[in-house]
């Protein structure tokens, strides 16, 4: 199937997804203050620069787009144009993720991937902190 945007409308299009502060990651953040989190913000000291850190948990999270990191969901799919450069590109992104995690385990932290598509329920995402994070104000040692 044929794009239905011109290369240049493409291009812009695609120059204008950010990186940083995004909804599944404001969500994320919204969620982690008011259960009582403190944390840092893509720490560029570490590798992948986390999206979100607890440095004195020595934990990490990472919150992943499915079409950019390759997620195995409907919005993970590829585009039907330009299958080989969109193919090599989200598979050159997750051997760089698997890098950046195995990277940050050897240094000896803790990560919690979460993807896009499992955002949809705020109480079931604050669980999987909670259980990730431990009680908030509590460090463990």
């Given at each position: 199937m044929a794009d239905t945007r011109t290369k240049e409308q493409?291009?812009?299009?695609?120059?204008?997804v950010g990186t940083q502060d995004t909804g599944p990651e404001l969500l994320v953040r919204r969620l982690l203050h008011r259960a009582g989190y403190r944390y840092r913000l893509h720490r560029k000291d570490l590798p992948g620069r986390p999206d979100i850190v607890f440095p004195s948990r020595r934990k990490a999270i990472f919150i992943h787009g499915c079409f950019w990191h390759g997620h195995d969901c409907g919005k993970g799919k590829l585009p039907k144009s330009r299958t080989e450069y969109w193919t090599a590109k989200i598979k050159a992104n997750q051997d760089r993720d698997a890098k950046v995690v195995s990277r940050l385990k050897k240094d000896g932290w803790q990560i919690l991937t979460l993807w896009q598509c499992e955002l949809k329920s705020a109480e079931a995402t604050e669980r999987i902190l909670?259980?990730?994070?431990?009680?908030?104000?509590?460090?463990?040692?």
């Open positions: 493409r291009s812009r299009i695609m120059k204008s909670r259980e990730f994070l431990g009680p908030p104000g509590v460090i463990e040692a």
